[in-house]
């Protein structure tokens, strides 16, 4: 299956996720306005590096599905699991020098991570409902209560 990323969804996805991510991250900063137990730059570091990481994994997924469509979702969930990994190795470990992982620092992760994640999977919905189904691919399962 060849599922074809367009020159304009790939710009959108761009400027959608920059946009997104850089209100949000604004929004985050003024919430918080100095009340907050973590550095601003921690915060600023966490939204670059999902930004970074969302943008590599589309770009990523839109070169491989051309050839290998079929495989998309497992190099999607791979990227996921990427994404959190980087969390875990990195964010988590600088957070945990206290004992203790607040409510606050953990949200200096997922609130970029969730947002970077909601904003690929609208574009690749987008994408995906524009790809002609292949009755070679489809599979379909009756029920043995509806046969007559």
């Given at each position: 299956?060849?599922?074809?990323?367009?020159?304009?969804?790939?710009?959108?996805?761009?400027?959608?996720?920059?946009?997104?991510?850089?209100?949000?991250?604004?929004?985050?900063?003024?919430?918080?306005?100095?009340?907050?137990?973590?550095?601003?730059?921690?915060?600023?570091?966490?939204?670059l590096s999902q930004l970074l990481l969302s943008?590599?994994?589309?770009?990523?997924?839109?070169?491989?599905?051309?050839?290998?469509?079929?495989?998309?979702?497992?190099?999607?969930?791979?990227?996921?699991?990427?994404?959190?990994?980087?969390?875990?190795?990195?964010?988590?470990?600088?957070?945990?020098?206290?004992?203790?992982?607040?409510?606050?620092?953990?949200?200096?992760?997922?609130?970029?991570?969730?947002?970077?994640?909601?904003?690929?999977?609208?574009?690749?919905?987008?994408?995906?409902?524009?790809?002609?189904?292949?009755?070679?691919?489809?599979?379909?399962?009756?029920?043995?209560?509806?046969?007559?």
């Amino acid at each position: 299956m060849k599922i074809e990323f367009s020159k304009r969804i790939i710009g959108q996805f761009l400027v959608t996720v920059l946009l997104v991510l850089v209100v949000v991250c604004v929004l985050h900063l003024l919430i918080l306005s100095g009340a907050s137990e973590v550095p601003e730059l921690v915060i600023f570091i966490s939204y670059l590096s999902q930004l970074l990481l969302s943008v590599a994994s589309f770009f990523l997924l839109a070169r491989v599905s051309v050839k290998k469509g079929e495989h998309a979702g497992f190099f999607f969930l791979g990227f996921s699991l990427v994404k959190f990994l980087v969390y875990v190795l990195g964010f988590r470990f600088y957070f945990l020098k206290d004992g203790l992982v607040s409510k606050e620092e953990y949200a200096v992760f997922f609130i970029p991570y969730i947002t970077a994640f909601v904003v690929e999977i609208v574009y690749l919905v987008h994408v995906l409902n524009k790809v002609p189904m292949d009755p070679d691919y489809v599979i379909v399962y009756k029920e043995d209560d509806e046969e007559e």
